[in-house]
């Protein structure tokens, strides 16, 4: 008997595309655990009095259950970059929806929807700083996160993206190359450089402290 095994993205489109409902739920249901992490790095605490980010998931999901014969026929895109951008547009509608309609009366450029909230610049920080060890370690690792943010938020929107991208939603790099419209090489690059700049300013931020 042969092995079982499982389909495939491509073999699920295919089959979507056949008109077969089970391999949509399938194909969903195989992202949803990704989409979610997507969705919590992303979600603007001021949405919470009314929504929770589960809540964004499953209106993400049926948007693109209704979508998905579409895309399988026409696949523009990979699969999930696809899936994440339609995300995005989710999150940016129920903000509009539930934030801006609520204060019309202040700037709406002042209200657009963070790229990054706050918890998540925390979490990034904590995940490039490294807060291990005793608690001399996690103190050195606390004024280490403060120097980052501040290198971080001077770093263009692209390279912060990027490590955003990789870190706290852990894309692979063609997954990002495909989101941002760059090639496998430039998101590598930058990667690497992103990471090095913000260690030498750090370095150099404390060694000026000194």
């Known amino acids: 008997m042969g092995e079982f095994t499982t389909p495939d993205t491509d073999e699920l489109l295919d089959q979507i595309q056949a008109g077969d409902l089970q391999a949509r739920s399938v194909l969903l249901d195989r992202h949803r655990a990704r989409l979610t992490k997507m969705i919590a790095v992303r979600f603007d605490p001021r949405l919470r009095p009314r929504l929770d980010p589960s809540d964004v998931v499953q209106e993400t999901l049926a948007e693109a259950a209704g979508k998905l014969a579409d895309f ?55 995940g490039l700083s490294g807060a291990r060890g005793s608690p001399a370690d996690r103190m050195i690792a606390a004024e280490r996160q403060a120097r980052l943010r501040v290198a971080l938020f001077e770093l263009s929107e692209q390279d912060r993206e990027i490590l955003v991208l990789r870190h706290l939603e852990e894309l692979s790099n063609s997954e990002i190359a495909e989101f941002l419209g760059l090639s496998v090489g430039t998101v590598r690059t930058r990667h690497t450089r992103a990471l090095d700049r913000l260690r030498r300013q750090v370095d150099d931020s404390a060694s000026g402290s000194r």
């Open 72 to 126: 399988a026929g026409a696949r523009p895109i990979a699969f999930y970059p696809w899936l994440r951008q339609l995300a995005g547009k989710v999150l940016l509608r129920l903000h509009e929806r539930h934030v801006l309609a609520d204060r019309r009366s202040v700037n709406r450029e002042a209200l657009s929807m963070p790229a990054l909230p706050d918890k998540s610049a925390d979490r990034l920080m904590r």
